[in-house]
Structure formats: C-alpha cells, structure tokens
C-alpha cells in the first residue's frame, strides 16, 4: 500500500512561482511512475506532468511545457512540481498519482491519489 500527500499550494499573483511537495509511503515508492494531475472548478482532471521512476524520463502537458518542472528524489520518496510563471488558467487542485505501470497521460492508470493541495493564482 501506498499513501499519498501534497502539499506547497497557496495563492500567488499571476507571474509568481510555487512548488508542490508529494511525500508517499511505502516500500514500493522507487518503482512508482509519479505524476501531478488537476482539477479546475467545473472542468476535468488534466495531466499536468509525470516522471519515470529513475527521474530519467519527463512529460508534460502542453500548457505547462517551460514553466513547470517534476523532479524526485527517491531517498526521501518525495516528487516535487516546480511551477513559474504562473497563470490564472492554472488555479486548480492539484493530485499527486502513482503507480507502477502507467499510460503516463491517463489518470485511469494510477491506483494511488493524494487528496490534493489547492493552487489560486490571482491576476
């Protein structure tokens, strides 16, 4: 069993920057795809960003392509999403999700989900 929690949301101005925490337990966590997903009043889960479990491969959303970064560090089974140069488009609760075997864009992949940390940017 994993458990999953975020944490680093708040409210920022528009242009500002926040970086997100994901602390998950469990032995398995070095074997884990790790991804960030969100949630805007209203709208969908999106995929945001994910990375492989060596941290050696990254993908990102479109959106975020150049302003977000998810890095790991598996000795304290942590991920981290930097984000800059935020924008209004990008208030949302933010997930954290892992799991071993993943469709690395699809939320349906992943067994473990945090409870979420919100993120307001103010323009």
């Known amino acids: 069993q994993v458990h999953v929690v975020e944490s680093g949301g708040g409210l920022v101005q528009a242009g500002g920057s926040l970086r997100l925490s994901c602390a998950a337990s469990g032995r398995t966590f070095n074997n884990f795809a790790m991804a960030w997903f969100r949630q805007a009043p209203g709208k969908e889960r999106e995929f945001v960003a994910a990375?492989?479990?060596?941290?050696?491969?990254?993908y990102y959303a479109d959106s975020v392509k150049g302003r977000f970064t998810i890095s790991r560090d598996n000795g304290k089974n942590t991920v981290y999403l930097q984000m800059n140069t935020l924008k209004p488009e990008d208030t949302a609760v933010y997930y954290c999700?892992?799991?071993?075997?993943?469709?690395?864009?699809?939320?349906?992949?992943?067994?473990?989900w945090g409870q979420g940390t919100q993120v307001t940017i103010s323009s």
């Open positions: 990375i492989s479990w060596s941290g050696g491969r990254t």
């Open positions: 999700a892992g799991d071993e075997a993943v469709v690395v864009r699809s939320a349906s992949s992943y067994a473990y």
